[in-house]
T-cell receptor, first 114, second 110 residues
Framework: DAGVIQSPRHEVTEMGQEVTLRCKPISGHDYLFWYRQTMMRGLELLIYFNNNVPIDDSGMPEDRFSAKMPNASFSTLKIQPSEPRDSAVYFC????????????FGPGTRLLVL | QKEVEQDPGPLSVPEGAIVSLNCTYSNSAFQYFMWYRQYSRKGPELLMY????GNKEDGRFTAQVDKSSKYISLFIRDSQPSDSATYLCAMETGGFKTIFGAGTRLFVKA
């Protein structure tokens, strides 16, 4: 398996622009997570899905952030409009519902909002 | 107060040293305890996983959980330069929502 795939790997954009991050989870995994990592706040859970349904979005910072999972093999995290404080590394992770603990992370998307 | 507290370091040790990394937590409902390793510009990867209290050993790595003290540890024996990374503790109650510590940056000098 290729692991969790994220695109783009790097994104530089200007304040006010829309940003869309993409994730392909590991085939067969029924949980998908979006995280944000910064030096100041560490690794924060933004939202997670089970069987394509959002379960907990309490970590989404504000209405500018939205996430979708239209099918089992694809998810997006959208920021509109983007702000400089959104600059961070965004990780997608997936796991199977069988057994606890093992999340598999993607390589991350480094976002810089100017 | 954060649910999970972890000293961010950095921690610098000579090659061959024994490394001790620690986290404390406040939520007594946590049952699953993990350690993830994250190399620079990479995603975290699971290193050790423990359910409830006790010890678990895997090669040079030993994970310990003391639920009575709400304290978990990761020991690395015979540390190598390749162990240089950020180590994140993580915990779950069983509901698939994982809470991560801030991560400790470790440098092992050759």
């Amino acid at each position: 398996d290729a692991g969790v795939i994220q695109s783009p790997r790097h994104e530089v954009t200007e304040m006010g622009q829309e940003v869309t991050l993409r994730c392909k989870p590991i085939s067969g995994h029924d949980y998908l997570f979006w995280y944000r990592q910064t030096m100041m706040r560490g690794l924060e859970l933004l939202i997670y899905f089970n069987n394509n349904v959002p379960i907990d979005d309490s970590g989404m910072p504000e209405d500018r952030f939205s996430a979708k999972m239209p099918n089992a093999s694809f998810s997006t995290l959208k920021i509109q409009p983007s702000e400089p404080r959104d600059s961070a590394v965004y990780f997608c992770a997936s796991r199977s519902g069988q057994g606890a603990g093992t999340q598999y992370f993607g390589p991350g998307t480094r976002l810089l909002v100017l | 107060q954060k649910e999970v507290e972890q000293d961010p370091g950095p921690l610098s040790v000579p090659e061959g040293a024994i490394v001790s990394l620690n986290c404390t937590y406040s939520n007594s409902a946590f049952q699953y305890f993990m350690w993830y390793r994250q190399y620079s510009r990479k995603g975290p990867e699971l290193l050790m996983y423990t359910y409830s209290s006790g010890n678990k050993e895997d090669g040079r790595f030993t994970a310990q959980v003391d639920k009575s003290s709400k304290y978990i540890s990761l020991f690395i024996r015979d540390s190598q330069p390749s162990d240089s990374a950020t180590y994140l503790c993580a915990m779950e109650t069983g509901g698939f929502k994982t809470i991560f510590g801030a991560g400790t940056r470790l440098f092992v000098k050759a």
